[in-house]
Every structure is written in structure tokens, then in C-alpha cells.
């Protein structure tokens, strides 16, 4: 049996969660240029296993995609790496949907 995977929704994400957090956002390029959560940081899911020395041990990781499936995905990896990570359920479309904050930057 899978373990369950840690999930956050975008209703308990408060603005004490995002200052603590990593936000780290697994969408494709194309996706990320529609728009992320302020602050977020960009490696895509299949970069992710190459790249995971960018995510901090110590600090609780916050994992975003559109709707919560590749986040899912990531969580459950950083995890198994040592990893405090949390997936956004939902993702993006939720986040959007609940008129939050978008960064085009």
C-alpha cells in the first residue's frame, strides 16, 4: 500500500505557510510563463531527480503543478530524499480559481 501523500489546500495556505515554505512549481516552461506563485521556484518534474540538491533539507516544500497529479508525483519523491514536502491539491487551477496571487515574473 502507498503511503498517503501529504496535501495542503489552497484554502489553509496562509501567508505564515508561503513565508516558511519552498515553493517549488513542477510545471512545464510553458506553463510556468502563465503565470506561478509569487516567489515560486521552477523544476519541471522530469528535472526533477537531476536537480533535487536545489531543494533545501530543513525546510518545508510546498509542491505545485496545475491540478495537484505531477506535484503529487514530486512529493512523494522529495519525500523518499528527506524531504518536509506537502502537495498543493488542486494546483494552479485551484489557486487561480480561488482569485490568488499570480507572478508573470
Known amino acids: 500500500m502507498t503511503p498517503e501523500i501529504p ?6 495556505v ?11 512549481d513542477v510545471r512545464e516552461p510553458d ?13 519541471p518534474l ?3 531527480q537531476e536537480r533535487v ?15 495537484g497529479g505531477r506535484s503529487s508525483m514530486a ?8 524531504r518536509d514536502a506537502i502537495n498543493l491539491d488542486g494546483g494552479m487551477t485551484a489557486w487561480e480559481g480561488a482569485g490568488r496571487p499570480v507572478s508573470l515574473d
Do not use: M, Y
Open 53 to 67: 540538491g536545489e531543494v533545501p533539507l530543513g525546510q518545508k516544500v510546498l509542491c505545485v503543478c496545475a491540478v
Open 14 to 24: 496562509d501567508d505564515a505557510l508561503l513565508a516558511e515554505a519552498f515553493v517549488l
Open 31 to 43: 506553463e510556468w510563463a502563465r503565470g506561478h506563485i509569487e516567489n515560486a521556484v521552477h523544476i
Open 7 to 12: 496535501a495542503v489546500v489552497v484554502a489553509d
Open 46 to 48: 522530469g528535472q526533477l
Open 75 to 82: 512529493t512523494q519523491f522529495l519525500a523518499s530524499q528527506g
